[in-house]
C-alpha cells in the first residue's frame, strides 16, 4: 500500500484555475470512484471537500470539483480565492476497507 | 452534526504504548452509517491512515502498523480508541479521529492532539 502521487506544491492568481493531480494504481484510484479530498489550513484538522470522486458535502465551496481518468484523480479550484491557499490531500479508497493517502500539494495564491 | 474530540497523553516514552480515546457527540457511536477512524499527521509531514472500525466492532489496520495497532469501541460512553505499542520517535505526530462516510470518506475530524515519544 504506498502513498498516492500529488505534486509537493501548485500555485495560482487570484481568479484563476488550478488542477492538483493524484496518482494512484489499479489497485486503488483505478479500481474505485472512492477518492476524497481533504483542505487543511495550518493548524487546523483537514476539511473534506470531495467525496467519492466529484461529490460536494453541504458547506464546500462549488468552487471544487472532482474527477478521475484511470489511475489518476484530480480536484479543480476555480475562481481560486486567498482563503485557498492551503494544503490539500487526495485520499483513495484501497479494497478491504483500507484507505491510502497522498503525500500533501500546497496550494499558494500569489 | 457530529463532533469527535480526542484526549490522552501528549508525552509518550520511547517501548511504551501510546493510548489515546475518541468521544463522539451528537450522534450514536453505534449507528450503522458510520465507521470510525484514527489518521496522524507527523509534524510537517502528510497524512496517514492508521486503521478503521466498524461500530460492531470490526477492524481495519494499515499493512504498515497492524502489528502495533489496535483499535476498540466502548458504545456505553459512546467512545472509540486506539493503542499503539512499541513506539519510537517516528510515531511523533497529530493524531486525529474522524468518522467515515460510508467507509471510505473522512466526514467529520476532531481536532487532532499532539503525542510526542521522548525520554
Known amino acids: 500500500q504506498s502513498a498516492l502521487t500529488q505534486p509537493a506544491s501548485v500555485s495560482g492568481s487570484p481568479g484563476q484555475s488550478i488542477t492538483i493531480s493524484c496518482t494512484g494504481t489499479?489497485?486503488?484510484?483505478?479500481?474505485?470512484?472512492?477518492v476524497s479530498w481533504y483542505q487543511q489550513h495550518p493548524g487546523k484538522a483537514p476539511k473534506l471537500i470531495i467525496y467519492?470522486?466529484?461529490k460536494r458535502p453541504s458547506g464546500a465551496s462549488n468552487r471544487f470539483s472532482g474527477s478521475k481518468s484511470g489511475n489518476t484523480a484530480s480536484l479543480t479550484i476555480s475562481g481560486l480565492q486567498a482563503e485557498d491557499e492551503a494544503d490539500y490531500y487526495c485520499?483513495?479508497?484501497?479494497?478491504?476497507?483500507?484507505?491510502?493517502f497522498g503525500g500533501g500539494t500546497k496550494v499558494t495564491v500569489l | 452534526q457530529l463532533q469527535l474530540q480526542e484526549s490522552g497523553p501528549g508525552l509518550v516514552k520511547p517501548s511504551e504504548t501510546l493510548s489515546l480515546t475518541c468521544t463522539v457527540s451528537?450522534?450514536?457511536?453505534?449507528?450503522?452509517?458510520?465507521?470510525w477512524g484514527w489518521i496522524r499527521q507527523p509534524p510537517g509531514k502528510g497524512l496517514e491512515w492508521i486503521g478503521s472500525m466498524y461500530y460492531s466492532g470490526s477492524t481495519y489496520y494499515n499493512p504498515s502498523l497492524k502489528s502495533r495497532v489496535t483499535i476498540s469501541v466502548d458504545t456505553s460512553k459512546n467512545q472509540f480508541s486506539l493503542k499503539l505499542s512499541s513506539v519510537t520517535a517516528a510515531d511523533t505526530a497529530v493524531f486525529y479521529c474522524?468518522?467515515?462516510?460510508?467507509?471510505?470518506?473522512?466526514?467529520?475530524w476532531g481536532q487532532g492532539t499532539l503525542v510526542t515519544v521522548s525520554s
Open positions: 485520499c483513495s479508497y484501497a479494497g478491504n476497507s483500507a484507505l491510502v
Open positions: 489499479s489497485s486503488d484510484v483505478g479500481s474505485y470512484n472512492l
Open positions: 467519492e470522486g466529484s
Open positions: 474522524a468518522s467515515l462516510y460510508s467507509g471510505n470518506s473522512l466526514d467529520y
Open positions: 451528537g450522534g450514536s457511536i453505534s449507528s450503522s452509517r458510520n465507521y
